[in-house]
Nanobody
Framework: QVQLVESGGGLVQAGGSLRLSCVAS????????MGWYRQAPGKRREWVAH???????SYADSVKGRFTISRDNAEKTVYLQMNSLKSEDTAVYYC????????????WGQGTQVTVSS
């Protein structure tokens, strides 16, 4: 079973930056499309970005140009560099295996809280 541990969240002022990390185990990390998701208070969880095994990336319009996803296959870690943060980025951030999320079989870690003050 996949285990995911997210870290790096915190409280930051609008315009600031944070770098999130997610360490995965129990999966063939090198072969998986990995994604970041977020859930704001009172809202459904939404996709933020994903990265393929060879490094191709895709982003939600709301974060394009501000967030950068990357991965280290040797460390089984996926990162999310978040710049120019806005109050609307406030949410709990999660990582996961994208195909598992799409078929509704994903188990979720505890996430990491990002709070952006305006």
């Amino acid at each position: 079973q996949v285990q995911l541990v997210e870290s790096g969240g915190g409280l930051v002022q609008a315009g600031g930056s944070l770098r999130l990390s997610c360490v995965a185990s129990g999966t063939d990390f090198r072969m998986n499309v990995m994604g970041w998701y977020r859930q704001a208070p009172g809202k459904r969880r939404e996709w933020v970005a994903h990265i393929t095994p060879v490094g191709s990336t895709s982003y939600a319009d709301s974060v394009k140009g501000r967030f950068t996803i990357s991965r280290d296959n040797a460390e089984k870690t996926v990162y999310l560099q978040m710049n120019s943060l806005k109050s609307e980025d406030t949410a709990v951030y999660y990582c996961n295996v994208v195909p598992e999320v799409r078929i509704g079989r994903a188990s979720w870690g505890q996430g990491t809280q990002v709070t952006v003050s305006s």
